[in-house]
């Protein structure tokens, strides 16, 4: 499967974006892929921030973005979602989706193999 991410830009603090993450190529369909999303800012090692699952009947976040962004999903249109609020400059970064192999879950997450070309994220104080 192929991804691809998009929406990032630059925002105020206290702004809100939302980053797509369109797949495409794949045999199988886009349900059986649970979507992650991770960042990495500069001079920083990449971190995992929010998955969902198949059905996106679950999600997990970590504790920085937990209550500010939300991750969903439509697959009908192939296309996993991360809507950013209350943007602070920390979350200032490259922000990456990715999927694990067909049908397995979303953990753990050294499990990814798909990635999509990463997205920037810019908040100014």
């Known amino acids: 499967v192929q991804l691809q991410a998009s929406g990032g830009g630059l925002v105020q603090a206290g702004g809100s974006l939302r980053l797509s993450c369109e797949a495409s190529?794949?045999?199988?369909?886009?349900?059986?892929?649970?979507v992650g999303w991770f960042r990495q800012a500069p001079g920083m090692e990449r971190e995992f921030v929010a998955a969902?699952?198949?059905?996106?009947?679950?999600?997990y976040y970590i504790d920085s973005v937990r209550g500010r962004f939300v991750i969903s999903r439509d697959n009908a249109e192939n296309t996993a979602y991360l809507q950013m609020n209350n943007l602070q400059p920390e979350d200032t970064a490259v922000h990456y989706c990715?999927?694990?192999?067909?049908?397995?879950?979303?953990?753990?997450?050294?499990?990814?193999?798909?990635w999509g070309q990463g997205t920037l994220v810019t908040v100014s104080s």
């Open positions: 190529g794949s045999g199988r369909p886009f349900s059986g892929y649970a």
């Open positions: 969902i699952s198949w059905s996106g009947g679950s999600t």
């Open positions: 990715a999927a694990p192999e067909y049908e397995q879950p979303w953990y753990p997450t050294d499990k990814y193999v798909y």
